[in-house]
């Protein structure tokens, strides 16, 4: 995973529920690219996100950040 969607991951877990832009602003990206992240990160079962744009974390993206990411 690269080091700025890992990131984004962190920063998700830490707050439990966060939008995309509350994300952008965080790390200092763009809401455009924030968006992106999410979305991969979305489509990898690392996090979910609602209609409304806030990001959850997944029972995977937290194994992940425990440190078990074998094969990941």
Do not use: Q, W
């Amino acid at each position: 995973m690269l080091s700025l969607a890992r990131e984004a991951l962190i920063n998700i877990s830490k707050k439990e529920v966060l939008l995309n832009t509350a994300l952008a602003d965080m790390i200092k990206i763009s809401p455009y690219y924030a968006e992106l992240i999410c979305r991969s990160l979305s489509k990898d079962e690392y996090i979910v996100i609602d209609s409304d744009g806030k990001c959850e974390i997944t029972p995977k993206g937290r194994h992940f950040l425990n440190g078990n990411n074998t094969g990941t």
